[in-house]
Nanobody, 117 residues
Framework: QVQLQESGPGLVKSSEPISLICNVS????TTWDHHWTWIRQRPGKG?????????????SYSPSLKSRISISWDTTKNHILLHLNSITPEDTAVYYCAGTTWIYDVWGQGTQVIVSS
């Protein structure tokens, strides 16, 4: 059974970077045709696609975040990593990671990040 679990700092200050971890279990990150996505939902807004890393390690980012986002992985720990720079209170959100393939689409429960000014 594939499961994803996000973790993060919870409360951060503006201008500090955010680093989030998505712990993946039940499948190896490099399994063929798997895509690992970060999504967020800011208060009162819809889901926002942030970026993705695929099973080959290729990344793609939202144009609106491209200048300050980085997605990577630690295959030894089976972790997907999100790094976001130059944060502001506008980055306050629940952050989700998702694993997608042609067979399934599995999400973690999300981790809330609150950015104080």
């Amino acid at each position: 059974q594939v499961q994803l679990q996000e973790s993060g700092p919870g409360l951060v200050k503006s201008s500090e970077p955010i680093s989030l971890i998505c712990n993946v279990s039940g499948v190896t990150l490099t399994t063929w045709d798997h895509h690992w996505t970060w999504i967020r939902q800011r208060p009162g807004k819809g889901l926002e696609w942030m970026g993705v890393i695929n099973y080959q390690g290729t990344t793609s980012y939202s144009p609106s975040l491209k200048s300050r986002i980085s997605i990577s992985w630690d295959t030894t720990k089976n972790h997907i990593l999100l790094h976001l720079n130059s944060i502001t209170p506008e980055d306050t959100a629940v952050y989700y990671c998702a694993g997608t393939t042609w067979i399934y689409d599995v999400w973690g429960q999300g981790t809330q990040v609150i950015v104080s000014s």
